[in-house]
């Protein structure tokens, strides 16, 4: 009922109507990505069926929801492909409020609204809200307005009212409320920079910061820069090499204001949506794009797009070009669905199958297999790279591609792995990619897994019969 406002007339049979042909069509649409986009990432061009939606999009995005929350480990290629339409939805509203906030005057200055775009941004299916973000900040401005009164009863920021912007002019008074601020936030609340942990993307957004009260000198500063400005001490932020600071004016305005894979991919996405001229950033993007091996043609844009603004870099465009050609033209080779069957003579070295929740024997994670090769595919440089020809099998044995419960995807030797006596859920983003559901001691693959590996399921079933079922009766005894 959040979507109606009390004061309005509603036709709810009307209402129930579109929303029922709302729910249909995006079931449609999210049925028919598995099919569509299997062999490749989700291409930004994907989502082109659902631009073009008639009807009101809350009603689609609710449907998307309700998928996402359906109970229990089954329809799990379902869920997957909603949260990637899911965020595709919520993340262009986000870049579209981003991008009007960053067309207001320069006067206009709210740094946190800004840092809550782009943690809803980089968080499109949490519950992120300016709203409510400002209301924790505010709960703590009440905290150090009490702190304040017990230093100076009559201090002038104690008669501040919410929403107001004065700056108090007096050095002493400013010291005053940042002796309050650093009690609070420091010795009661206890917030505290991250050391231990720096680089974990949660000390970046915002409504973490606030609960785990822990973040980074960027997070850190404009919380703290947040607060001060609301009681009337003048901050400015600094853009220090390495490092965010800030910088107390001392009484007066001053003159100046200076992931993961995914979390990587994210921030250069939002970022060149904004200045899409930047050249080393562009070179990142298709760099990152062409390591993670997805949408080539993209990476030609970029490219294309580089060497214009800049033909000094044509070296290393030159050298990415040329192999991402050599990408599109290997896809292109492709006949169909590459078939592989466990009773072929040429795969009659591979053990396991896929759906299997293994461990690695040296390395400890644990893992679930969604495809194999008879003997290692990669390259020469991989190879070397990777030590492979240190194994006592060396390349001439099975690899098995895995998602690790870490969120990566790895190529594993077959005598690096072993069957995980204790099987548990993987927690990989890409699990509804490959699999529909979870039965508890394995994953069973969805119709376009399964036909790439048509006899893998029936091994499966033996495998663990053989392997979970002795374990059970050894118990029992």
């Known amino acids: 009922m959040k979507h109606y406002s009390p004061t309005d007339y509603v036709n709810w049979l009307e209402e129930y109507k579109v929303r029922q042909k709302a729910g249909l069509e995006a079931r ?20 082109s069926d659902i631009e073009n939606l008639e009807g009101p999009e809350i009603f689609f995005e609710d449907e998307l929801v309700c998928i996402l929350n359906m109970e229990g480990r089954k329809a799990l290629t ?16 986000i870049l579209n409020n981003l991008k009007a906030f960053l067309q207001q005057p320069d006067d206009y200055e709210s740094y946190l609204e800004g840092a809550v775009y782009i943690d809803q941004y980089c968080n499109p299916l949490s519950d992120i809200s300016l709203k409510d973000i400002q209301a924790q900040i505010d709960s703590i401005v009440e ?27 007096e050095i002493e008074l400013q010291s005053q409320v940042l002796d309050a601020m650093n009690y609070v936030l420091y010795d009661q609340l206890k917030f505290k920079g991250n050391r231990m942990d720096y680089y974990n993307a949660l000390n970046l957004y915002m409504h973490q910061v606030l609960i785990r009260r822990t973040g980074i000198p960027i997070s ?55 200045y899409p001229d930047q050249v080393q950033l562009l070179l990142l993007q298709a760099r990152l794009y062409f390591h993670l091996g997805i949408w080539p043609e993209k990476v030609l844009d970029i490219l294309q797009h580089i060497q214009t603004l800049d033909p000094g870099q044509h070296g290393a465009v030159g050298y990415l070009v040329q192999h991402t050609l050599e990408h599109i033209e290997r896809k292109k080779e492709e006949v169909g669905v590459e078939v592989k069957l466990r009773s072929d003579e040429k795969h009659r070295d591979v053990c396991y199958s896929i759906g299997l929740i293994m461990k690695h024997k040296r390395y400890g994670y644990n893992c679930v297999i969604y495809g194999w090769d008879p ?17 006592p099998h060396g390349h001439h044995q099975p690899f098995y591609n895995v998602l690790v419960e870490d969120g990566s995807c790895r190529y594993a030797a077959q005598e690096n792995l072993e069957y995980n006596v204790e099987p548990q859920e993987i927690s990989h983003p890409d699990v509804g990619r490959y699999f529909s559901e979870f039965t508890g001691t394995h994953y069973i693959p969805n119709a376009e897994l399964e036909i790439r590996y048509p ?22 005894e």
């Open 375 to 391: 003997t290692c595919m990669m390259g020469h440089e991989w190879i070397r790279n990777m030590n492979v020809h240190s194994l």
């Open 78 to 93: 379902w869920k997957y492909y909603a949260k990637k339409i899911l965020y595709y939805l919520r993340q262009q509203k």
């Open 28 to 47: 449609k649409i999210v049925a028919s990505f598995s099919k569509r986009f299997f062999s490749e990432h989700v291409p930004c061009n994907g989502f």
């Open 220 to 274: 850190m500063s404009l919380l703290y820069l947040t607060i001060a400005r609301q009681l009337g001490v003048p901050l400015e932020p600094v853009n220090f090499p390495s490092h965010f600071l800030l910088r107390w004016c001392q009484g007066a305005e001053g003159e100046g204001i200076d992931q993961s894979y995914q979390l990587l991919r994210d921030s250069l996405d939002l970022y060149l949506a904004m």
């Open 455 to 476: 006899e893998d399921l029936e091994f499966v079933y033996e495998t663990v019969q053989n392997i979970y079922s002795a374990k059970k009766e050894s118990i029992d």
């Open 143 to 169: 905290l150090v307005c009490k702190t304040l009164r017990g230093i100076n009863s009559r201090h002038p920021s104690l008669a501040f009212k919410a929403g107001e912007s004065s700056m108090i002019m």
